[in-house]
């Protein structure tokens, strides 16, 4: 299968809940009172001290990545909303005509590029997004999103369950679909998880529309449920709830570093991918220090923050990568077009839930 080994191969790093309440302005009176404020100082905008940032990031990433903006910015509160990928993009479409938000923080580029179409995102170029790769921003100028790292499909494979069954680990998609595994894998829900969805559109785009159908026609045999997260299936293969799950390099490694019996596994034929990316949104309102905010999402700290966990980095890095991953990353993705998967984003979850809905978990 062709890999996408090539545009951005200058992006190799080698280091990778419910809705929050709107965010209210601080405001700061003008020196000596209405009466005797000057024009200057009636002028000057009106300051802020809290910002609202959706996110899809790992719950256990944010609070190391925010570590750097507290001290440089300790005055400034920033109210987190997380959630998974296709409930934070559900809930900002929903929220289109008013929104919430000030700052969208590492979602799914392919979510960032359906916002984008429905004209809601605020074209701004952070400062150091010159030295983003083309491949991970908007191509607008200035940028409406421009990403921080990109996150891959891996089977996250629970090797203690499979000895006491003697199968082999999985080491491709096409293993998968044997029927020695019936029952024992769990993926995420497309519709939930961005995870879910990368993988979804990944095989569509890497096998062609009607030969993906027929592979995931075979794999649902194999799977136990659909879940509603694209780290719960690395979790329950580490518990041993699944002894497979589709999930993404970053959690089944973390898993591995906690002591399960898992092997993360990135399969033969490529691993579908996308982009942790960042947005303003487009409000009435825009606050300075949402596009502060932005400015420090891309800036050299939360970046060798990003590097502990991702291989794949939007800037350059130096030359080191994660334990755990291949010695290339970039060879293990496959050939993938973002607008491509973002423009056919409602159709092909409309077709999945029509065939495979049946085994999703229910919602919480």
Request: charged share 25%; hydrophobic share 40%.
């Given at each position: 299968?062709?890999?996408?080994?090539?545009?951005?191969?200058?992006?190799?790093?080698?280091?990778?809940?419910?809705?929050?309440?709107?965010?209210?302005?601080?405001?700061?009176?003008?020196?000596?009172?209405?009466?005797?404020?000057?024009?200057?100082?009636?002028?000057?905008?009106?300051?802020?001290?809290?910002?609202?940032?959706?996110?899809?990031?790992?719950?256990?990433?944010?609070?190391?990545?925010?570590?750097?903006?507290?001290?440089?910015?300790?005055?400034?509160?920033?109210?987190?909303?997380?959630?998974?990928?296709?409930?934070?993009?559900?809930?900002?479409?929903?929220?289109?005509?008013?929104?919430?938000?000030?700052?969208?923080?590492?979602?799914?580029?392919?979510?960032?590029?359906?916002?984008?179409?429905?004209?809601?995102?605020?074209?701004?170029?952070?400062?150091?997004?010159?030295?983003?790769?083309?491949?991970?921003?908007?191509?607008?100028?200035?940028?409406?999103?421009?990403?921080?790292?990109?996150?891959?499909?891996?089977?996250?494979?629970?090797?203690?369950?499979?000895?006491?069954?003697?199968?082999?680990?999985?080491?491709?998609?096409?293993?998968?679909?044997?029927?020695?595994?019936?029952?024992?894998?769990?993926?995420?829900?497309?519709?939930?998880?961005?995870?879910?969805?990368?993988?979804?559109?990944?095989?569509?785009?890497?096998?062609g529309t009607d030969k993906?159908?027929?592979?995931?026609?075979?794999?649902?045999?194999?799977?136990?449920?659909?879940?509603?997260?694209?780290?719960?299936?690395?979790?329950?293969?580490?518990?041993?709830?699944?002894?497979?799950?589709?999930?993404?390099?970053?959690?089944?490694?973390?898993?591995?570093?906690?002591?399960?019996?898992?092997?993360?596994?990135?399969?033969?034929?490529?691993?579908?991918?996308?982009?942790?990316?960042?947005?303003?949104m487009k409000k009435k309102?825009?606050?300075?220090?949402?596009?502060?905010?932005?400015?420090?999402?891309?800036?050299?700290?939360?970046?060798?923050?990003?590097?502990?966990?991702?291989?794949?980095?939007?800037?350059?890095?130096?030359?080191?990568?994660?334990?755990?991953?291949?010695?290339?990353?970039?060879?293990?993705?496959?050939?993938?077009?973002?607008?491509?998967?973002?423009?056919?984003?409602?159709?092909?979850?409309?077709?999945?839930?029509?065939?495979?809905?049946?085994?999703?978990?229910?919602?919480?």
């Amino acid at each position: 299968m062709k890999k996408w080994t090539h545009v951005i191969a200058a992006a190799l790093v080698t280091i990778s809940l419910t809705a929050g309440c709107a965010a209210k302005s601080a405001q700061t009176p003008a020196a000596g009172g209405a009466a005797s404020a000057d024009a200057s100082t009636a002028n000057q905008p009106v300051k802020n001290n809290e910002i609202t940032v959706y996110t899809a990031l790992e719950d256990d990433q944010i609070k190391s990545y925010l570590e750097s903006y507290k001290k440089k910015y300790p005055d400034m509160k920033v109210n987190i909303v997380r959630d998974s990928t296709g409930v934070i993009t559900a809930k900002l479409l929903a929220e289109k005509a008013n929104p919430v938000a000030d700052v969208v923080w590492g979602t799914a580029a392919t979510s960032l590029l359906v916002l984008s179409q429905n004209d809601m995102l605020e074209p701004y170029a952070p400062q150091g997004a010159d030295k983003v790769v083309p491949e991970f921003k908007d191509t607008a100028n200035p940028p409406k999103w421009v990403g921080i790292d990109a996150w891959e499909t891996a089977f996250i494979v629970n090797t203690k369950e499979l000895e006491k069954k003697h199968l082999p680990v999985p080491k491709s998609y096409a293993d998968l679909i044997k029927p020695e595994y019936k029952g024992m894998i769990v993926m995420p829900h497309p519709a939930s998880s961005g995870t879910g969805f990368l993988d979804v559109s990944g095989w569509i785009q890497l096998m062609g529309t009607d030969k993906a159908w027929g592979y995931m026609d075979k794999l649902h045999e194999n799977i136990a449920s659909y879940v509603h997260s694209g780290s719960k299936p690395a979790k329950m293969a580490a518990s041993g709830e699944a002894a497979i799950g589709i999930s993404f390099g970053y959690r089944g490694l973390q898993e591995k570093k906690k002591g399960a019996p898992v092997e993360v596994v990135f399969p033969e034929e490529g691993s579908g991918w996308d982009v942790e990316a960042n947005a303003l949104m487009k409000k009435k309102d825009i606050k300075p220090e949402a596009k502060q905010f932005l400015d420090w999402a891309i800036s050299e700290e939360p970046m060798q923050e990003y590097a502990k966990n991702y291989a794949i980095l939007s800037v350059k890095g130096d030359g080191k990568i994660p334990e755990g991953y291949t010695q290339d990353p970039l060879k293990q993705l496959i050939q993938y077009d973002l607008n491509a998967a973002a423009k056919d984003r409602e159709s092909i979850l409309s077709d999945w839930e029509k065939r495979y809905s049946g085994k999703s978990e229910p919602k919480s």
